[in-house]
T-cell receptor, first 112, second 114 residues
């Protein structure tokens, strides 16, 4: 049973525009959420995180929004750059951090 | 900080053979995790260690799989009697102890069972 879902397998965005990647979760016990970026033949790289006490966290061009009532989070990348082209994974965990549950990923292509 | 390293990066083996992978975590991290990733999927949790103690194992970790972290530093993951279904990317990650700490991943070991 997939507890973290990314329903868009792929997304294409023009350079300079906003990229919005979405993620839904089912387990109400999750209270820590992360986004990872993955290039081919490399391991996932941590990008940004948010705990359930917040609804927004910003780091440079990257902002994560959390809507607990809808069990939904999103990653905004503004402005998008060609180097952002990668697969993005959403992950979630409970407050023990024992394991992360990952979505299936969204492949982002930023077109120059 | 040299990051998480894994060895080998690629392994091709014949069905029925045993394989062993190694992971070296970030030195100050006392938690170490193993994940498996297949094509089109996100990483799936296998097991994790707090120092040398293996504290949790997924039901994905069949009895052919064994993981160790003997001195609380590097870890090994062994798969005995490999099957074609074991073909996947095996990822290692490490983190500090506690709930709200991100996990840092190594580059992975790509296993192909022929």
């Amino acid at each position: 049973d997939q507890q973290v879902k990314q329903n868009s397998p792929s997304l294409s965005v023009q350079e300079g525009r906003i990229s919005i990647l979405n993620c839904d979760y089912t387990n109400s016990m999750f209270d820590y959420f992360l986004w990872y970026k993955k290039y081919p033949a490399e391991g996932p790289t941590f990008l940004i995180s948010i705990s359930s006490i917040k609804d927004k966290n910003e780091d440079g061009r990257f902002t994560v929004f959390l809507n607990k009532s809808a069990k939904h989070l999103s990653l905004h990348i503004v402005p998008s750059q060609p180097g952002d082209s990668a697969v993005y994974f959403c992950a979630a965990s409970g407050n023990t951090g024992n394991q992360f549950y990952f979505g299936t990923g969204t492949s982002l292509t930023v077109i120059p | 900080d040299t990051g998480v390293s894994q060895d080998p990066r690629h392994k091709i083996t014949k069905r029925g053979q045993n394989v062993t992978f190694r992971c070296d975590p970030i030195s100050e991290h006392n938690r170490l995790y193993w994940y498996r990733q297949t094509l089109g999927q996100g990483p799936e949790f296998l097991t994790y260690f707090q120092n040398e103690a293996q504290l949790e194992k997924s039901r994905l970790l069949s009895d052919r799989f064994s993981a160790e972290r003997p001195k609380g530093s590097f870890s090994t993951l062994e798969i005995q009697r490999t099957e074609q279904g074991d073909s996947a990317m095996y990822l290692c990650a490490s983190s500090l102890t506690g709930g709200y700490n991100e996990q840092y991943f190594g580059p992975g070991t790509r296993l192909t069972v022929t």
